[in-house]
């Protein structure tokens, strides 16, 4: 049902590495064309650190080399297996535009860029996948994964993705489902029938696209915690 995406198949193939001998002008100007904040450095393979715009403003020498600036971030990386949550949860942790991809040697594979970083979530929710969506409210105690999908399958539907969040301080789940067509009314009728709380549905694209750019703005704000 999830797509298992990893921080390795997240890699931009665009992004440059920079030498500790580019300037800091040309680090810039790099950084203007990607629209991004940060750029990997790298000398003969080995990662050695992330550069950000706030790092060469602070010196504000635009001829200096890279190498001789100090860098503000703790060589922030994630390895090619982690999962995307990790690479989010680290970006969001130090405000990254990019993060880098590095082996068990600390050798550099590549960056992953904001773009890529939605992208993949796009990909985890089936966003792109045309359906509708549905919110219910459980109980934790009554929750079933495979109740749940039968009520959708029993309406000749199927769950493309879906996501349970909780609140520590709650004893209900709130179960966020994507399922593989538009007319929810049956579905919806089903579970009500079933004693489940449906709080919100969603069908329109324009209401989609809300709704997953506030979806979106809800997980940096928790991975940020």
């Known amino acids: 049902m999830h797509h298992r995406m990893l921080a390795r198949d997240l890699i931009s193939d665009v992004v440059p590495a920079l030498k ?69 949860a680290l970006a969001a942790r130090h405000k990254l535009t990019v993060v880098p991809v590095v082996d068990d040697e600390n050798h550099f594979r590549g960056a992953i860029t904001y773009n890529e970083m939605i992208s993949g979530i796009a990909k985890i929710s089936a966003i792109e996948q045309p359906g509708g969506i549905i919110i219910l409210q459980v109980l934790q105690r009554d929750y079933s994964m495979s109740r749940i999908s039968q009520i959708v399958e029993s309406n000749d539907a199927r769950i493309l993705s879906m996501h349970i969040t909780s609140d520590p301080d709650s004893t209900s789940l709130e179960i966020t489902l994507k399922v593989n067509t538009n007319d929810l009314a049956s579905i919806i009728r089903t579970f009500e029938r079933y004693s489940y709380e449906v709080t919100t549905w969603v069908t329109d694209n324009d209401e989609m696209d809300r709704f997953y750019t506030d979806r979106y703005n809800m997980l940096m704000k928790y991975l940020n915690i």
Do not use: C
């Open 20 to 88: 500790t001998s580019d300037t800091a002008q040309t680090a810039l100007n790099w950084m203007e064309i990607f629209r991004v904040s940060h750029l990997p450095i790298v000398n003969e393979n080995d990662y050695l650190g992330l550069i950000s715009d706030s790092d060469i403003y602070d010196l504000n020498q635009p001829g200096e080399p890279i190498g001789n600036h100090s860098l503000s971030l703790p060589r922030p990386s994630v390895k090619g297996h982690q999962h995307i949550y990790e690479v989010l």
